[in-house]
């Protein structure tokens, strides 16, 4: 598997080339955005770590440029902003996964790992639901004949609810497994309800038939109601 770490600070990157090598991962390193762009190009790698503080280009809009390339590689943003905004930026930005620095190697190498196994998990070509249709690989949606344009995370948290149509999906969920958030505070569930506001209104506004539906008291359900 060929990583390319995108890291301007020399010990953080050496010990990140050497650690993951040792790893049994092919590893490539970028001190700026204009080398993390040529490297990206030359090496189409398998997974992205980016560190959000380079000197010559911002890694937020660094992760969205690599992402209109190539909307599914993984990424993990490793970086020094741990504040709860910072973290659901960079969730929004398209990244697959956030860790703090100081971090533990050990969870670093766990996380690559995890998305490895989700990337070898088969993928429906559609996910249809009445006049809904969803692409995982090519990440679109259509209602009826209308593509719906959605950011990365309201792709990832339509995609969720679609593949447990029926289903009552709680905040805490989509906060694990679509945000990448394992302590669900306050603020974050407001965080939620909002990208949710902002999926109604792209998917359902102007249909009778509603797909996304409230469950007081415990979340949501994707689907259609009688």
């Known amino acids: 598997m060929q990583l390319l770490v995108i890291e301007d600070n020399q010990r953080i990157a050496k010990s990140l080339k050497q650690g993951l090598g040792e790893s ?30 380079l000197p010559d280009v911002d890694g937020m809009e660094l992760l969205k440029e690599l992402r209109q390339q190539d909307p599914a590689i993984p990424v993990i943003i490793l970086t020094a902003r741990g504040e709860i905004e910072d973290r659901v930026a960079g969730l929004d930005a398209g990244a697959d996964d956030y860790l703090v620095k100081p971090f533990a190697f050990a969870e670093l190498v766990a996380r690559i790992r995890a998305l490895e196994r989700r990337g070898t998990r088969p993928v429906p070509d559609t996910i249809t639901i009445e006049d809904l249709h969803l692409n995982p690989v090519q990440r679109t949606a259509e209602r009826g004949s209308n593509a719906i344009d959605l950011t990365p995370r309201e792709f990832d948290l339509l995609l969720f609810l679609a593949q ?4 009552n999906v709680s905040r805490e969920m989509l906060a694990r497994e679509v945000f990448g958030i394992t302590s669900l505070a306050v603020p974050f569930d407001n965080i939620i309800d909002v990208h949710i506001s902002n999926l109604r209104k792209k998917v359902d506004a102007g249909f009778e038939l509603k797909l996304i539906h409230t469950v007081r008291g415990v979340g949501f359900e994707m689907g259609t109601r009688l």
């Open 24 to 53: 049994g991962y092919a590893v490539t390193v970028a001190a700026s955005g204009a080398a993390a762009r040529e490297a990206f190009q030359r090496l189409e790698p398998d997974l992205i770590v980016l560190d959000l503080g």
């Open 164 to 167: 447990h149509t029926g289903e």
